[in-house]
């Protein structure tokens, strides 16, 4: 077992394998009930685990917490993680998120395929053997048709200081059970008219031992068993049996399932004993789940944000679905880091984003090309150039490594010529204290005269600036400056004249046009649906703005989803679907520093 950080989740699975607790189980390749369980060969996974997303949507940073737990466990111990589909519910689910959820696993760098099989599911392959536990319930007195209506049910179920009082449908036989059932199943009453109940305890002292339902009538059609059916069971029912009959041996939820667990057990007990399934059997575990500042984990908000067109889709790169993320310019290495560094534990705790980003720096400042790249940009004229290189034409080339610490990467050439673009913010006419970028001469507050201040361009040559252009209405329009001979970079005595500041540039005869997409957090609150607020309410205006930047010819290569550190600026990616080679467009992923920290 590598070593990696302990968690309690790792403890107890490195317990249950010390003591042998999973390894008389059977395996029979699918999924089945206790006689294929029996039948089959002897288990090879030490572990078997699942991710179990409802398709309902898409998958978000939280679910990627829940993957790498699973998937990593499975990994770590020598087991098996399964991707199952939770689709009892079949309203709300659709092929599409299947597909998106499928994708999403993968790209994080998981696989259900292991040791030569597949161990993709669908809960709703179990509906069947779930039909026939239901029957074996009723005919052992634990379940019953309950006609009450929702109300009745909801008033009679009592709560935490009240004990629920018994329905007068509890007393029914397990033969008039079993006919009311069927019923059921063959489409006699109409949705919501009855439900098949647990019989356990009206007075448990947890509210879920309270005779929960097990079935409903719902007639919709399923996304794979299309009309077959028009009842469901319900979600505390099939889980526990979904991962039985997966042979599971840690299924392991966030900790909202923790009073759901002496249900889970419940079932898998009742079922074990009445020869359904066999031990030794799954069992829950619970997590904090992830919450993440300044985003939101809940798909059914995020569909509200995709369905209302707040965002351009389930990928806009600002939301917090994988795909989003993806798209914004995450790697699947960095999310996995962010999973590892912020660790498995059982609380409720909020995670700053700045953890998040920090992973994707730490991933990215090895990995991502340099370049440069000028976002909001302003003519830099050289006026001495033909004095310096004997034509206005000539062009000097420079060149630098495509990455500082790597120099197998090579290097990117480019070159300087007599007008570049420079970053607007790299130009003050009346400079700040301390400010040592571009500056005109002028005249000091004392009336003496001030020197136009002395720059390096990166990679080139150190140019002092002699002026400035304005146009009629007096805003700046270009920047003059002279270059200083003998100064190039790299070559011997570039130092002899110093500077204090040192600009990016790109040249206006090679630089390419890029839209660049600058994003901001999506939320202007830290918990944006914090106290049943309205997420909507504190959507922030500007979390999108696009600008025409310059690049440098390096990126005439560029592939959608390279990414790139634009030297001063950040982390860059060439947007997945609207990038093409000659129409750069660029993401922002995030910049140098931590902007997130308040
Ligand atoms: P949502 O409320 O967003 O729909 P869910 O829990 O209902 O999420 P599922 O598709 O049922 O969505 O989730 C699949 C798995 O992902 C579950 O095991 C769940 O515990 C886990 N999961 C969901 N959200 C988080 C989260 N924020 N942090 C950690 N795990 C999560
Ligand atoms: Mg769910
Ligand atoms: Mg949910």
């Not at 607020?533 to 310059?550: C, E």
């Amino acid at each position: 077992v590598p070593a990696k950080p302990q968690n309690f989740l790792r403890g107890i699975i490195e317990r249950d394998l010390a003591a042998g607790t999973y390894a008389g189980r059977h395996w029979a390749g699918t999924p089945g009930d206790a006689a294929h369980q029996a039948a089959g060969a002897p288990d090879p996974a030490r572990i078997r685990t699942r991710f179990p997303p409802e398709p309902n949507g898409y998958l978000h940073v939280g679910h990627a917490k829940s993957i790498c737990l699973n998937f990593g466990l499975a990994r770590d111990y020598g087991g098996i993680c399964h991707l199952r589909f939770d689709d009892t519910n079949p309203e709300k689910e659709e092929q599409e998120y299947v597909d998106a959820i499928k994708a999403a696993v993968q790209w994080l760098g998981f696989d259900w395929k292991a040791q030569g099989t597949s161990h993709l599911f669908f809960a709703s392959d179990y509906f069947d053997f779930m039909y026939r536990a239901a029957e074996a319930l009723i005919g052992a007195g634990l379940a019953y048709v309950d006609e009450q209506t929702p109300e009745q049910m909801r008033a009679t179920r009592g709560d935490f200081n009240t004990p629920g009082t018994d329905s007068p449908f509890r007393a029914r036989t397990p033969e008039q059970n079993l006919a009311r059932f069927r019923e059921m199943r063959d489409g006699l009453h109409a949705d919501g008219a009855m439900v098949l109940r647990s019989k356990i305890d009206m007075a448990s002292p947890n509210i879920n031992l309270r005779d929960p339902a097990l079935y409903r009538i719902k007639r919709a059609t399923h996304h794979n068993t299309g009309d077959r059916w028009c009842i469901y069971p319900m979600y505390s029912y099939a889980h526990p049996i979904e991962d039985a009959l997966e042979n599971i041996s840690h299924s392991i939820c966030t900790l909202e399932f923790e009073d759901q667990r002496p249900f889970y057990d419940w079932v898998l007990d009742r079922l074990c004993e009445l020869g359904l399934l066999a031990q030794p059997r799954p069992h829950q575990y619970e997590f904090g789940r992830l919450n993440l500042t300044y985003v939101i984990t809940s798909k059914r908000k995020l569909k509200q944000l995709v369905d209302e067109k707040h965002v351009a889709g389930w990928d806009d790169p600002r939301m917090p679905t994988i795909a989003g993320l993806r798209r914004r310019g995450y790697t699947p290495e960095a999310i996995q880091l962010f999973c590892e560094r912020i660790g498995v534990a059982k609380d409720y705790s909020w995670i700053d984003y700045s953890t998040l980003d920090g992973a994707l720096r730490d991933d990215l400042e090895g990995k991502a090309p340099r370049a440069m790249a000028v976002l909001e940009p302003l003519k830099l004229i050289l006026t001495n150039w033909k004095e310096v290189f004997g034509s206005e034409a000539h062009l000097e080339p420079c060149s630098a490594p495509a990455h500082p610490q790597r120099p197998e990467l090579g290097t990117r050439d480019f070159s300087l010529g007599p007008e570049l673009w420079i970053e607007q913010d790299d130009f003050k006419e009346v400079p700040l204290k301390g400010y040592h970028r571009l500056s005109p001469p002028r005249f000091g507050d004392d009336g003496a005269k001030v020197e136009g201040t002395l720059v390096r361009l990166k990679y080139g040559y150190v140019v002092q600036c002699t002026g400035v252009k304005k146009n009629f209405a007096g805003e700046v329009e270009a920047v003059y400056a002279k270059l200083i001979p003998d100064t190039k970079s790299g070559t011997p005595g570039a130092d002899a004249v110093k500077t204090k500041g040192v600009i990016t540039w790109v040249g206006v005869h090679d630089a390419l046009p890029a839209e660049v997409r600058l994003y901001d957090r999506l939320f202007t609150e830290a918990q944006p649906d914090a106290g049943g607020r309205d997420f909507l309410s504190v959507l922030n205006p500007a979390s999108k703005k696009v600008v025409t930047g310059y690049v440098e010819p390096s990126l005439a290569s560029a592939k959608p989803d390279d990414k790139f550190q634009f030297e001063r600026h950040g982390y860059f990616v060439a947007d997945a679907k609207d990038h093409a080679p000659g129409a750069i467009v660029l993401n922002k992923i995030t910049g140098l520093k931590d902007g997130w920290a308040k």
